[in-house]
């Protein structure tokens, strides 16, 4: 599995743009690249997902250059609801017959 | 609404003690998985199992089990609880078609004195 890597920490304001950056210098040309949100006392929720480009849903938006070698979490006009972590996975998704390989992740903390 | 459900959500226990952690989820995956949390760390994978009968060790296996004998349920048992394997604990749940999306279970919060 490609090795990722985030920051440990971000703080943002309320109303603002935030981006994360992943880097996953080793990932694999059928590889995807995955974000989860976690908030305190919960478990994992999947927020987004995409190979190259750009894909957006309503949460995020995920843009990943053309060299995927990085991938970048925009979440849009954040508010105090949006502090979590976030992790970015990197891996394969042609079954379900696969574990998650969850690093630490990003902790946001969002303030008013 | 299909669902993914973890019993109990706190559990305090001794050293020593077989402790079971129960999962059941009602969208009929077959692909279920054990994660431990660590404060600070993120998900390590523990067993997981691809069907009915089906179980095989994750990466930190070691004093724990799984039993598969339907699709909705995948109990975890710790053999003989050690104060290491205080930690919280997630059930996930995934469809076989190629997703990464797993399904995370609320969590049990499971304390070894």
């Known amino acids: 599995l490609a090795k990722t890597t985030q920051p440990i920490s971000m703080d943002s304001y309320e109303g603002q743009e935030v981006n994360i950056t992943c880097s996953h210098n080793?990932?694999?040309?059928?590889?995807?690249i995955t974000w989860y949100q976690q908030f305190p006392s919960q478990g994992p929720r999947f927020i987004i997902q995409g190979y190259k480009t750009k894909v957006t849903n309503e949460v995020a938006s995920l843009f990943i250059p053309a060299d995927r070698k990085s991938s970048t979490l925009s979440l849009p006009r954040v508010s105090l609801s949006d502090t979590a972590v976030y992790y970015c996975l990197v891996g394969l998704v042609d079954t379900g017959r696969r574990a998650l390989t969850f690093g630490s992740g990003t902790r946001l903390q969002v303030q008013p | 609404d299909a669902e993914i459900t973890q019993s109990p959500r706190h559990k305090i226990t001794e050293t020593g003690r077989q402790v079971t952690l129960a999962c059941h989820q009602t969208w009929n995956h077959n692909n279920m998985f054990w994660y431990r949390q660590d404060l600070g760390h993120g998900l390590r994978l523990i067993h997981y199992s691809y069907g009915v009968q089906d179980t095989n060790k994750g990466e930190v296996s070691d004093g724990y089990s799984v039993s598969r004998s339907n699709t909705e349920d995948l109990p975890l048992t710790l053999e003989s609880a050690a104060s290491s394997q205080t930690s919280v604990y997630f059930c996930?749940?995934?469809?076989?078609?190629?997703?990464?999306?797993?399904?995370f279970g609320p969590g049990t919060r499971l304390t070894v004195l």
């Open positions: 996930a749940s995934r469809p076989d078609e190629g997703y990464n999306e797993q399904f």
């Open positions: 080793n990932i694999a040309t059928n590889d995807y």
